[in-house]
């Protein structure tokens, strides 16, 4: 029922760029009320938490995507963004979008970058 669809991970070149989406349904709370989160994982490891955005559009992001990273969340189409600049090879990951508090999860959309 609740569902999150992430969309923009492709291949990329390092010190490029990407925008990834993640479209939210069915949820059980409002999507404008939801708090919502990007993490990453790389494999054989857990998930790391990269930004997050609340209802208030307050941000935050962890110290290795400061000034390259920027959330945003448009309310009309219950999207969340992450834009992605500047991407290095450490960024590659699988890129995660959860609701807080909810416990839900994408199925995440792979980000490679290659030097």
């Known amino acids: 029922q609740e569902k999150l669809v992430e969309s923009g991970g492709a291949l990329v070149q390092a010190g490029g760029s990407l925008r990834l989406g993640c479209t939210a349904s069915?949820?059980?709370?409002?999507?404008?009320?939801?708090?919502m989160a990007w993490y990453r994982q790389y494999p054989g490891r857990q998930r790391d938490l990269v930004a997050s955005?609340?209802?208030?559009?307050?941000?935050y992001y962890v110290d290795p995507v400061k000034g390259r990273f920027t959330i945003s969340r448009d309310n009309s189409k219950a999207t969340v963004y992450l834009q992605m600049n500047d991407l290095q090879p450490a960024d590659t990951a699988l890129y995660i979008c959860?609701?807080?508090?909810?416990?839900?999860w994408g199925q995440g959309t792979q980000v490679t970058v290659v030097s």
């Open positions: 069915g949820l059980r709370i409002r999507f404008v009320g939801a708090p």
């Open positions: 955005i609340s209802p208030s559009n307050a941000t």
């Open positions: 959860s609701v807080l508090t909810l416990d839900v």
